[in-house]
């Protein structure tokens, strides 16, 4: 049996105190370890070290993070290899992104795995939880801190992978009730890594062979995500031209077991859907549905778009209202947000571009180059067109006839009712709700079955 006793398990660092960083050490220093954390930003590591979280909207975590610091538990340095010093457990949660060429962006996080090195001790477990294309826990980390540390993984120091399966909104719920997928480089390195889970989180945990099967695992539930929203674009767009309804279809075809068929949509934003499956293109995986997804999935704007400009005539000098500029509904996340796409061919159209968003100040969407819109402004009378992209729960009341000009909403996710949009007069377009060329093969059905 192995011995458990030489690595104490009382003192945590985690690296990236961002949303989901901070997240862990707020949870873990409530279950009874020490929680070093670290990140580079001067505002996040000040803020928690006056027990205040700097992530708003996450239910349950300024409490967590408020007890922690009265407790002592949580502390927050600039420092990254002061903290990984001070720990025996060291949980990498430092973002990987992709640039504007869709190559992996190690950034951040190489940064980080240097300052790791340079303060870990012998007998240290890392954890990398951050989404990584396979291979790099052992072949780019692994290796880097062994040549920086001059310790030998498997030896010296212990290394696994555990990939954040969490969903922004709901992370302190999903952390316990989601199993966590935990591989190790060796048996050792698996235990320990398990051992500490069941102490800190107290999840079911599933134990895979390798580290690059966890790694892999996480990649592999985003391209299935896109790849499944990608299909259900495409027969969308199909159901447009043969003037069915896909969410009827989708609802009907779905009442199986077999049948998992996600919502189409204006597009797929956020950090983890639209990214990862490069993580697998990048590798190699240069053909075939996960590339193939991602190009339909990014032409729902322009499909979407081309819609609207049937109806419209053009966009020039037309007032375009977006609705949401988060990636979808209430979060606060603009990034890779269809949003940023819709701004931008908008503005090549030669719109003008007006935005609301009750997650976001004004001066936030102002960012954006766009002028942002209260609900209760009078120029909502001056609206020619809306586009719903991320339906927040205020939308879900919105009064559309508080819009006199309106002449057409573009239902980006499927939310609003065909008829209450209609009964004003206005243009209905869904996203594949069977608005062909030609609408006539529709309004025939429905007339026989009336
Ligand atoms: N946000 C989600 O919904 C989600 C869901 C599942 C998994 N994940 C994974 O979690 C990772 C982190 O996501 P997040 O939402 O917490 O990101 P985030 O952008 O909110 O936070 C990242 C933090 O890392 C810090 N940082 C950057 N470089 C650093 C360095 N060298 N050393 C120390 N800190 C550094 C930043 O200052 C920031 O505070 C993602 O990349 C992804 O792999 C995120």
């Given at each position: 049996?192995a011995?458990?006793?030489?690595?104490?398990?009382?003192?945590?660092?985690?690296?990236?105190?961002?949303?989901i960083?901070?997240?862990?050490?707020?949870?873990?220093?409530?279950?009874?370890?020490?929680?070093?954390?670290?990140?580079?930003?001067?505002?996040?590591?000040?803020?928690?070290?006056?027990?205040?979280?700097?992530?708003?909207?996450?239910?349950?975590?300024?409490?967590?993070?408020?007890?922690?610091?009265?407790?002592?538990?949580?502390?927050?340095?600039k420092?990254?290899?002061?903290?990984?010093?001070?720990?025996?457990?060291?949980?990498?949660?430092?973002?990987?992104l992709?640039?504007?060429?869709?190559?992996?962006?190690?950034?951040?996080i190489?940064?980080?795995?240097?300052?790791?090195?340079?303060?870990?001790?012998?007998?240290?477990?890392?954890i990398?939880?951050?989404?990584?294309?396979?291979?790099?826990?052992?072949?780019?980390?692994?290796?880097?801190?062994?040549?920086?540390?001059?310790?030998?993984?498997?030896?010296?120091f212990?290394?696994?992978?555990?990939?954040?399966?969490?969903?922004?909104?709901?992370i302190?719920?999903?952390?316990?009730?989601?199993?966590?997928?935990?591989?190790?480089?060796?048996?050792?390195?698996l235990?320990?890594?398990?051992?500490f889970?069941?102490?800190?989180?107290g999840?079911?945990?599933?134990?895979?062979?390798?580290?690059?099967?966890?790694?892999?695992?996480?990649?592999?539930?985003?391209?299935?995500?896109?790849?499944?929203?990608?299909?259900?674009?495409?027969?969308?767009?199909?159901?447009?031209?043969?003037?069915?309804?896909?969410?009827?279809?989708?609802?009907?075809?779905?009442?199986?077991p077999?049948?998992?068929?996600?919502?189409?949509?204006?597009?797929?934003?956020?950090?983890?859907?639209?990214?990862?499956?490069?993580?697998?293109?990048?590798?190699?995986?240069?053909?075939?549905?996960?590339?193939?997804a991602?190009?339909?999935?990014?032409?729902?704007?322009?499909?979407?778009?081309?819609?609207?400009?049937?109806?419209?005539?053009?966009?020039?000098?037309?007032?375009?209202?977006?609705?949401?500029?988060?990636?979808?509904?209430?979060?606060?996340?603009?990034?890779?947000?269809?949003?940023?796409?819709?701004?931008?061919?908008?503005?090549?159209?030669?719109?003008?571009?007006?935005?609301?968003?009750p997650?976001?100040?004004?001066?936030?969407?102002?960012?954006?180059?766009?002028?942002?819109?209260?609900?209760?402004?009078?120029?909502?009378?001056?609206?020619?067109?809306?586009?719903?992209?991320?339906?927040?729960?205020?939308?879900?009341?919105?009064?559309?006839?508080?819009?006199?000009?309106c002449?057409?909403?573009?239902?980006?996710?499927?939310?609003?009712?065909?008829?209450e949009?209609?009964?004003?007069?206005?243009?209905?377009?869904?996203?594949?709700?069977?608005?062909?060329?030609?609408?006539?093969?529709?309004n025939?059905?429905?007339?026989?079955?009336?």
């Amino acid at each position: 049996m192995a011995d458990y006793s030489s690595l104490p398990t009382d003192s945590v660092a985690v690296i990236g105190l961002g949303k989901i960083g901070l997240t862990l050490a707020a949870v873990f220093a409530n279950n009874g370890f020490n929680v070093h954390g670290a990140d580079i930003n001067e505002d996040v590591v000040s803020s928690i070290n006056q027990g205040i979280s700097h992530i708003k909207n996450e239910p349950g975590l300024e409490k967590l993070v408020s007890e922690a610091h009265n407790s002592k538990t949580l502390s927050a340095t600039k420092r990254t290899a002061e903290a990984v010093q001070q720990s025996n457990i060291i949980i990498v949660i430092v973002p990987v992104l992709i640039d504007d060429d869709n190559r992996i962006d190690y950034r951040f996080i190489d940064q980080a795995v240097l300052d790791i090195a340079k303060g870990l001790k012998k007998g240290s477990l890392i954890i990398f939880e951050t989404t990584l294309a396979p291979g790099d826990t052992r072949n780019r980390f692994g290796t880097k801190i062994e040549e920086v540390s001059g310790l030998k993984m498997g030896e010296d120091f212990h290394l696994a992978y555990s990939p954040e399966r969490v969903y922004s909104n709901r992370i302190i719920r999903d952390l316990q009730s989601y199993p966590k997928i935990v591989g190790g480089l060796d048996e050792r390195s698996l235990t320990l890594a398990k051992q500490f889970y069941t102490k800190s989180l107290g999840c079911e945990l599933i134990d895979v062979s390798t580290l690059e099967t966890a790694e892999f695992s996480k990649v592999a539930e985003c391209v299935y995500r896109d790849v499944n929203i990608a299909l259900a674009n495409e027969l969308a767009m199909f159901a447009d031209e043969k003037n069915v309804d896909i969410n009827e279809v989708i609802t009907v075809s779905n009442s199986q077991p077999y049948s998992h068929i996600h919502h189409p949509g204006i597009g797929v934003g956020g950090h983890c859907i639209p990214i990862y499956p490069y993580f697998f293109i990048n590798k190699g995986l240069t053909s075939g549905l996960t590339p193939l997804a991602r190009t339909i999935n990014d032409q729902m704007a322009d499909y979407s778009l081309a819609k609207m400009e049937e109806e419209l005539g053009t966009f020039q000098d037309k007032n375009i209202l977006i609705l949401g500029l988060s990636y979808r509904e209430n979060v606060k996340e603009p990034t890779k947000s269809t949003a940023l796409m819709l701004i931008d061919k908008l503005k090549r159209a030669k719109a003008n571009i007006l935005v609301h968003d009750p997650q976001f100040t004004t001066s936030e969407i102002e960012r954006y180059a766009v002028l942002p819109l209260q609900l209760s402004d009078s120029v909502i009378e001056e609206i020619d067109a809306i586009i719903i992209q991320a339906f927040h729960k205020e939308y879900e009341n919105l009064d559309f006839a508080a819009f006199t000009n309106c002449k057409l909403v573009l239902d980006g996710r499927n939310k609003v009712k065909e008829e209450e949009i209609k009964k004003l007069n206005m243009t209905y377009i869904g996203i594949g709700n069977g608005r062909g060329d030609s609408n006539e093969g529709r309004n025939n059905a429905a007339d026989s079955n009336g």
